[in-house]
């Protein structure tokens, strides 16, 4: 998404994660202000785009954590499965608050911008979380198969 970004948005626009996490209609507003709407179209299509990303990123990570994880309890197994998916479903959201806003520059809602912010803090924090398994798991993997060879 950030090489897409590069190539989409005008110079001085401000990018996509300051503008998912601006929390404020004023920080929000300044940010699309600056960009003109040629950066609000831009910000409007890499939203529209995300909705691909979402899917691609959460089918990865949700196949890689089933796979690393699998052999332990099953029910810690389902959340660490469940944490990428919950990450694309909050993204979702997150996406949409963001498109209702750009679809109306004028009509800013405090509100929406500090939820759609909000959801984007969760979803990185879900994918901060489930990287931290995939690494730890992909240790404990790698450490076994050092132990079995020596």
Known sequence: MLILEAQVLPLGCAGTIPLELAFTKTAFGSMIIQCGEEGILAHTTLARV???FIISYVGFAANLLGYLVRGIQYKSALFYFSLPLLAG???????TLLLNQLSDPHGLNEIVIFLASAAALMKFLL???????VLFYLFILISAGKSRST
């Not at 994918?127 to 398994?133: D, E, Q, R, W, Y």
């Open 89 to 95: 479903l909050i993204n979702v959201v997150e996406n």
């Open 50 to 52: 995300d909705y691909l």
């Open 127 to 133: 994918m901060v979380i489930s990287a931290s398994i």
